[in-house]
């Protein structure tokens, strides 16, 4: 079984930029697609970005693509969202997530959660 640590939320102005970070101990974390989803306050879960296995492949919300970056280091049990020009419409809990399939889509439920790390832009 997985476990997943996030870190790196905060309060950000607008334009600025954050780096989230989330550990992954338990089984073979390079056995595992990993991605973010985020929720607000009164919306949905939203799926955020995803990268598979390998790394080779990633996927992003359309929100977010060309401001955010997705990567993994599998030798330090890693997965980073490097969030750039951030918005205030990104304000929202980041939640990592890990899963033997990768995905792309709001509705999917990985199968391992972290806790959540809050991120808030101000304008």
């Known amino acids: 079984q997985a476990q997943l640590v996030e870190s790196g939320g905060g309060l950000v102005q607008a334009g600025g930029s954050l780096r989230l970070s989330c550990v992954a101990s338990?089984?073979?974390?390079?056995?595992?697609?990993m991605g973010w989803f985020r929720q607000a306050p009164g919306k949905a879960r939203e799926f955020v970005a995803s990268?598979?296995?390998?790394?080779?492949?990633?996927y992003y919300a359309d929100s977010v693509k060309g401001r955010f970056t997705i990567s993994r280091d599998n030798a330090k049990n890693t997965v980073y969202l490097q969030m750039n020009s951030l918005k205030s419409e990104d304000t929202a809990v980041y939640y990592c997530a890990a899963d033997p399939v990768v995905w792309y889509t709001s509705d999917y439920h990985p199968d391992y959660w972290g806790q959540g790390t809050q991120v808030t832009v101000s304008s």
């Open positions: 338990g089984r073979t974390f390079s056995s595992y697609a």
């Open positions: 990268i598979s296995r390998s790394g080779d492949s990633t």
